[in-house]
Structures are given as C-alpha cells and as structure tokens.
C-alpha cells in the first residue's frame, strides 16, 4: 500500500525554522509529483509548496516566497521542506501529497492521490 509519512512539525517561536520531511512507500517515485499543503480549522487546505521533478519547476504561495524551500531527497521518494523566518500564520497542520502520475505542476488538493497523516506546526512566543 501506499503511504506518505511526515515528521519535523513542532512548536517554535517567530522567526525561528523548521524542516519537514516526507518519505514515501509503496509506490514507484521516479516521475510523481510531490507537495506540501497545510490546513487550519475552518479553512480549506492550500498548497503552500510542490514541485515537478522533471522539470524541476516549484510553485509556492504568495506568502511563503523566499522564506520556505521545497526539495526532493536523493533516494526521489523523499521531499523536505525547509521553513525559515516563520510566522504565527505559518501555524497550521502541514500534509504531505504526492500524485503517481506527474503531467505538469499540480497546485490543488483534488491532483493529488496520496496523502500523509499530517505534521503540526505552531508558531508561537
């Protein structure tokens, strides 16, 4: 089966950088896409970062530009994001996603076949 696990989510305080990490299984991960998504009660998932490994082309959200980093592992079933500078409207619950079949640079929720089980992150004093 299919699995995506999350780890790297926690609580730290304005300003300071997290790094989460995905690691699929169960499927192979040569040419699929990948993403990072994040939710808060009430509102819907959006993604904040993803990316076309073939082409190497990324999407982040507006407001994420230039503080967060999206990249894939070696091993290609890896993805990290790389969080800097956060802020506490960073705080949300952060799913990993990835799509088996890759045609372009997928941005919605409903592209994306496989999901993690989500990694908390507060941004917090």
């Known amino acids: 089966a299919v699995q995506l696990v999350e780890s790297g989510g926690g609580l730290v305080q304005p300003g300071g950088s997290l790094r989460l990490s995905c690691t699929g299984s169960?499927?192979?991960?040569?040419?699929?896409?990948m993403g990072w998504f994040r939710q808060v009660p009430g509102k819907e998932r959006e993604a904040v970062a993803t990316?076309?490994?073939?082409?190497?082309?990324?999407y982040y959200t507006e407001s994420v530009k230039g503080r967060f980093t999206i990249s894939q592992g070696d091993a290609k079933n890896t993805v990290y994001l790389q969080m800097n500078s956060l802020r506490p409207e960073d705080t949300a619950m952060y799913y990993c996603?990835?799509?088996?079949?890759?045609?372009?640079?997928?941005?919605?929720?409903?592209?994306?076949?496989?999901w993690g089980q989500g990694t908390q992150v507060t941004v917090s004093s």
């Open positions: 990316m076309h490994p073939g082409s190497r082309r990324t």
């Open positions: 169960g499927f192979p991960y040569r040419n699929h896409c």
């Open positions: 996603a990835a799509n088996e079949f890759c045609p372009g640079l997928l941005t919605m929720p409903t592209q994306y076949q496989y």
